[in-house]
């Protein structure tokens, strides 16, 4: 088995809820993807960090700091493609889909996959796909309790050693389980030539 699949597997979430903004349960998706992280057979592998109230120089620092498998962005997304952090006055700082693209042209370093957990971010992960294996982006709004649940039960499937593709399918099924009808919503995006059935962020040793 290759080395880097016996290192702790990081995912950096990032949270940004600017003044001004509708008021997003991040804390509430942070506690819950713990706690089905924690409940999943190769938790111990599995590493949740949290950076809270982002701006977007943060992204640099603690995409060095961390250097993580796996990067987690909760909060707000526009339909100009962007994803809006803070700026030194709580106020919306908006990032464009370039900048995302650079960002992690720069910085992949370890990372494998993208989440963005925010509204109309589909176009965000297509674009993150040109430089990282695997992204999930939202096609369209999505509601607070939809974004907790699908989130939730993919890291606990990826802690269950599953694919991301596998643990995709799963996040699908369990808005399903729970009555949520928006399984639509959510889109896997993959790199040229790779196939996220075979991605495993989490291997069973």
């Known amino acids: 088995m290759p080395k880097s699949a016996q290192e702790k597997v990081k995912v950096v979430f990032f949270a ?8 997003l349960a991040l804390d509430e998706e942070s ?5 089905k ?7 111990a592998s599995l590493e949740l960090l949290t950076e809270w109230a982002v701006r977007p ?3 640099l620092q603690f995409l060095n ?3 993580p498998t796996v990067v987690h962005f909760s909060g707000h997304g526009s339909n100009a493609a962007e994803i809006i952090l803070l700026d030194r006055d709580r106020q919306p700082k908006p990032v464009s889909e370039q900048a995302l693209v650079s960002l992690f042209k720069a910085l992949k370093g370890k990372i494998r996959l993208v989440f963005l957990n925010a509204c109309f971010s ?5 674009a993150i796909v040109q430089e990282i294996d695997c992204a999930v982006g939202m096609s369209r709004a999505v509601g607070d309790q939809a974004a907790i649940t699908f989130a939730a039960a993919f890291y606990r499937a990826l802690g269950f050693g599953k694919s991301v593709q596998n643990a995709f399918e799963q996040a699908k099924v369990a808005l399903q389980l729970e009555g949520i009808p928006e399984e639509g ?6 790199k040229l030539g790779i196939d996220a ?8 040793r």
């Open 65 to 67: 700091q961390h250097e």
């Open 185 to 190: 919503t959510p889109r896997l995006l993959t």
């Open 122 to 126: 589909e176009a965000q992960a297509k």
């Open 197 to 204: 059935d075979k991605v495993i962020l989490v291997n069973p």
């Open 16 to 23: 940004a809820n600017p003044e001004g903004t509708g008021k």
């Open 57 to 59: 120089d943060d992204l």
């Open 31 to 35: 506690r819950e993807i713990k706690a």
């Open 37 to 43: 992280i924690r409940a999943s057979d190769h938790s």
